[in-house]
């Protein structure tokens, strides 16, 4: 099992910086990628980044060019280092950790971590 716990939310003012963390704990050698997740409220989940064990990146529309996801092996952490903040980047973040087998996959999520970008 994997455990993923958040830090790093709060608020801030638009074109500000916050920097996200998630630490992983558990059967920390299965995980084959890991990433973040936003919900605002009334929308759906959506993807921010994720980052494979491989270290090749993906990034949402929405967040290119503006955020950042990087992963030290050495303390099992994965942080998103979000810049140029907007309004709607006011979301609810979730860490994930993807275990993938074969054909099956299995997500672990952490409790999430509220980002507010407001003036």
């Known amino acids: 099992q994997v455990q993923l716990v958040e830090s790093g939310g709060g608020l801030v003012q638009p074109g500000g910086s916050l920097r996200l963390s998630c630490a992983a704990s558990g059967s920390i050698f299965s995980i084959n990628a890991m990433g973040w997740y936003r919900q605002a409220p009334g929308k759906e989940r959506e993807l921010v980044a994720a980052?494979?064990?491989?270290?090749?990146?993906n990034y949402g529309d929405s967040v290119k060019g503006r955020f950042t996801i990087s992963r030290d092996n050495a303390k099992n952490t994965v942080y998103l280092q979000m810049n140029s903040l907007k309004t709607e980047d006011t979301a609810v973040y979730y860490c994930?950790?993807?275990?993938?087998?074969?054909?099956?996959?299995?997500?672990?999520w952490g409790q999430g971590t509220q980002v507010t970008v407001s003036s």
């Open positions: 994930n950790a993807r275990v993938s087998t074969g054909w099956v996959s299995h997500d672990y």
């Open positions: 980052i494979t064990s491989g270290c090749s990146t």
